[in-house]
């Protein structure tokens, strides 16, 4: 191993903050009744200490300085601190690292108690040693004293950072520094502190800190429920979150997801089609179903993506199966050939009556051929749906959907990384 210890800068290195900084920084210049910084001179806040920047950018004395960080601080650290993403690619880097033995700790100029807040919302906080950051007790005047406090005295270490009292501390302390140029720091200042290396992408940071990027296994996630159960919402807002928290995600959809598959959805859901019989529709699913997984699921699941379908094979086995009383065994049967053993890893089951949910559905917009169906036929859906969960704990992650869609997102979100062998502060 080229080093045995790794220590990572926050914002602008493992966290990308600055929309949540920059509108702070508005906010306390507007309480300030001061004119508002074109976004070139509000990117210079992202790093140094807040009162520096509020003297030297807005020619502010210390009192007045001290005074817009007191505002600043109103909103950031209530609500703001959460406009925050990882960078992509930082969480299965940090994750190898660990695996591997490496020490990894966290030397950051973000107060102690808003950077532990972060690592924690972002489930990142169990893969350091040490976080590092000026608290009441200790302020840490130099970066390279919070550097030495967060490796220990160690000296077998990298520091990874995006500013020049980044790679200016590591110096000072005695160890050399990359400068991540995905972040906060510019050209001219990585010219001036010269840094041992500087780093493009996250990606280019596996062979600067001298490892080989593992082949990842992806993670499999369908969610199910009647039609007007909140599927696609919270599709989408669970998509959203695994981004913000830096994994690499594909979402997708059932009937379709692939060009051949949603030619064979237009067929599936025209109401001109009201010849269609049951098992008709049944083959027409499972062979959308074959190209979807070949083309668009299996290869997104070996590139190591979290895939999320809205709808899969469950849905076969209760609409068609169930629904249209062709019997859940011979719908398995039918799509075993389709799915080929790439079934979820985790199923979520949006549980709701299925008369409150298509009550929901119908006040949305106008319904496709399924959804028309009768009143017996989606309680015979909903019957399915409850047997499959019954009969697959390990894989259903079954999740009251009366509640609101935050809460609902919550419950989603936080049993998706716990299936997923996340510890989560904030579970
Ligand atoms: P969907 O796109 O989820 O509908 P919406 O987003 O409008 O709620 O699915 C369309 C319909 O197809 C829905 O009524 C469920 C049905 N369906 C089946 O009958 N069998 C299947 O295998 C799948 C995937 C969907």
């Not at 950051?133 to 005295?153: M, N, R």
């Not at 064979?264 to 269609?276: A, H, P, W, Y």
């Not at 027409?284 to 299996?298: C, D, G, N, P, T």
Request: charged content about 25%.
């Amino acid at each position: 191993m080229k080093y045995q210890a790794v220590v990572w800068d926050l914002d602008g290195t493992l966290t990308d903050s600055a929309p949540g900084i920059m509108q702070s920084v508005r906010y306390a210049l507007d309480k300030m009744n001061y004119p508002p910084l074109e976004e070139n001179v509000l990117r210079k806040f992202l790093g140094p200490p807040l009162a520096e920047s509020f003297q030297q950018f807005c020619g502010m004395s210390h009192e007045e300085a001290i005074q817009a960080t007191h505002f600043y601080k109103e909103v950031y650290n209530q609500t703001n601190w959460k406009k925050n993403a990882v960078y992509p690619g930082i969480r299965p880097l940090l994750e190898q690292l660990k695996r591997q033995g490496y020490y990894l700790a966290v030397a950051t100029g973000k107060p102690l108690n808003i950077a532990k807040k972060v690592l924690d919302y972002f489930c990142l906080s169990h893969l350091f040693e040490r976080i590092i950051g000026p608290c009441e007790t200790q302020y840490y005047a130099k970066k390279d004293d919070a550097i030495a406090d967060a490796l220990q005295g160690r000296k077998d270490a990298v520091m990874v950072g995006d500013r020049s009292m980044d790679v200016n501390g590591a110096r000072v302390y005695g160890i050399p520094s990359i400068a991540v140029a995905y972040g906060y720091g510019s050209q001219e200042e990585f010219a001036q502190c010269q840094p041992d290396e500087i780093s493009q992408t996250v990606q280019g940071l596996y062979p600067l800190l001298g490892v080989e990027q593992e082949e990842r296994k992806g993670y499999f996630i369908s969610i199910e429920g009647n039609d007007g159960c909140g599927k696609s919402t919270q599709a989408d807002l669970l998509a959203k979150r695994l981004y913000e928290f830096g994994y690499d995600v594909l979402k997708t959809r059932e009937p379709g997801g692939s060009p051949v598959s949603e030619k064979i959805r237009g067929i599936l859901l025209d109401k001109e089609n009201d010849s269609m019989c049951g098992m008709t529709e049944s083959l027409l699913f499972a062979a959308a179903r074959a190209q979807h997984v070949r083309e668009i699921i299996r290869p997104a699941l070996s590139r190591g993506q979290v895939v999320i379908t809205d709808r899969f094979v469950d849905s076969s086995v209760a609409y068609q199966g169930a629904g249209q009383q062709l019997g859940e065994q011979l719908v398995s049967q039918i799509n075993a050939p389709a799915v080929d053993g790439c079934y979820p890893d985790t199923t979520v089951y949006l549980d709701i009556d299925y008369q409150i949910a298509m009550k929901r559905r119908e006040s949305a917009s106008e319904v496709d051929r399924i959804e028309q169906f009768s009143d017996q036929f989606h309680e015979r859906v909903q019957q399915s749906f409850k047997r499959l969960n019954a009969e697959n704990p390990d894989r259903y992650l079954r999740v009251d959907a009366n509640q609101d869609i935050q809460t609902i997102a919550d419950t989603v979100f936080y049993g998706i990384m716990d299936r997923m062998g996340v510890p989560c502060a904030s579970l």
